[in-house]
């Protein structure tokens, strides 16, 4: 069966609905791993056992095992507990997915930042809290804008994941109408370009705020 240009074009706007799941998915997704991982980072720097040993084994955990796995889990492993829809599940598996990364990226950003402001701040009367959140966290947040610029659209591309539990993104799209045309390559070839316009956008994006942070710091 010879490939058709054709039918990329007309129906490249019928995906535009499954574009806008998938950017929602993902979008939310880095959202909950945001608010994970900030949290998560804070128990990974503490020197409190009962703060860092629980952390470590999150992050250890989730790093070290597949993310299909992890939406399986939460999607249908906790269903004797709690019924999910996938939607919601999906949302789940990828903040705590992308929470363990986030993470590690807030503890390397805070642990960059010299020592000696802490220090000072402390020496001029702040508590420890407001000089982390006055001093440490402002410039450790800049820091932390290249790598999670590339965890966002890391999350973007594993999104399409979400097919598998019956989510209706982009690849779950070309699935079904290459299923019902048997046009498979087409259909998937529609989806990796709105994949890569997502994550080109994105990139761009994620290019001019670094810049512009660069040019504040000087």
Do not use: C, W
């Not at 998915?25 to 020197?47: C, D, E, H, P, Q």
């Not at 701040?121 to 800049?142: E, T």
Request: zero cysteines.
């Amino acid at each position: 069966m010879d490939f058709d240009f054709s039918i990329i074009i007309d129906k490249f706007p019928m995906f535009l609905p499954a574009a806008f799941e998938t950017l929602k998915i993902t979008v939310a997704a880095i959202l909950v791993g945001m608010a994970i991982g900030l949290v998560t980072s804070f128990m990974r720097i503490s020197k409190v056992k009962l703060l860092y040993y629980p952390a470590t084994v999150y992050i250890t955990v989730i790093r070290g095992t597949p993310i299909l796995l992890q939406l399986f889990i939460i999607y249908y492993g906790l269903a004797g507990i709690v019924m999910l829809d996938p939607y919601p599940s999906a949302i789940i598996a990828f903040g705590v997915h992308n929470g363990a990364y986030i993470a590690e990226i807030f503890r390397g950003a805070i642990k960059s930042i010299d020592i000696g402001q802490m220090e000072a701040a402390r020496s001029i009367g702040m508590s420890k809290v407001k000089a982390m959140y006055r001093i440490v966290l402002p410039q450790a947040f800049k820091r932390a804008v290249p790598p999670l610029g590339n965890q966002l659209i890391i999350a973007t591309k594993d999104s399409s994941l979400a097919s598998a539990i019956t989510v209706r993104e982009l690849l779950l799209r070309s699935q079904q109408l290459g299923s019902s045309s048997f046009r498979f390559m087409e259909y998937f070839m529609i989806a990796g370009i709105y994949y890569f316009i997502m994550t080109s956008i994105l990139g761009y994006f994620v290019h001019k705020i670094e810049k512009k942070l660069a040019v504040s710091d000087r």
